[in-house]
């Protein structure tokens, strides 16, 4: 189990910068946690560390998701929040798509059965004022 306790934007930071290492064309990181624990903050500093050239990074909430270019491959940010059903995320067409690129899937829960064994499974959670980062690798 891999841990981190995050006082600071300067810890998640550093956070996501080491899962940033296990990123490969068709790896997924699949963000647990309840609303505000830092998932999306997370997953900007993970996709910057993969391509620092990238500016605004939006949250994918309304969008269902966000595509980014870098080197490694497509980075495919996805926000499951708003999906009611599996069959939502089928009719979108993304489980086709996410062979060749790295995927960061925030709110996964709804589409666990698609996860691949190989997923990233990272919790968030807070402590006081911490957020704690754990995962299984």
């Not at 910057?48 to 605004?56: E, T, V, W």
């Not at 960061?104 to 709804?110: D, K």
């Amino acid at each position: 189990m891999t841990t981190f306790i995050c006082g600071s934007l300067k810890d998640t930071k550093r956070a996501a910068e080491y899962f940033s290492r296990f990123a490969k064309a068709g790896q997924y990181f699949a963000l647990y946690g309840n609303l505000g624990c830092g998932k999306t903050t997370f997953s900007r500093y993970l996709i910057r560390s993969l391509n620092p050239s990238i500016g605004d990074i939006p949250s994918p909430t309304f969008s269902m998701v966000q595509i980014y270019e870098t080197k490694i491959a497509e980075v495919w940010h996805i926000d499951c929040y708003r999906l009611k059903s599996l069959e939502e995320f089928h009719e979108l067409g993304l489980q086709d798509s996410m062979e060749n690129r790295v995927a960061i899937i925030e709110w996964p829960q709804i589409i666990e059965k698609l996860l691949p064994p190989d997923v990233v499974k990272i919790t968030f959670s807070m402590e006081g004022e911490k957020r704690k980062i754990c995962a299984s690798l």
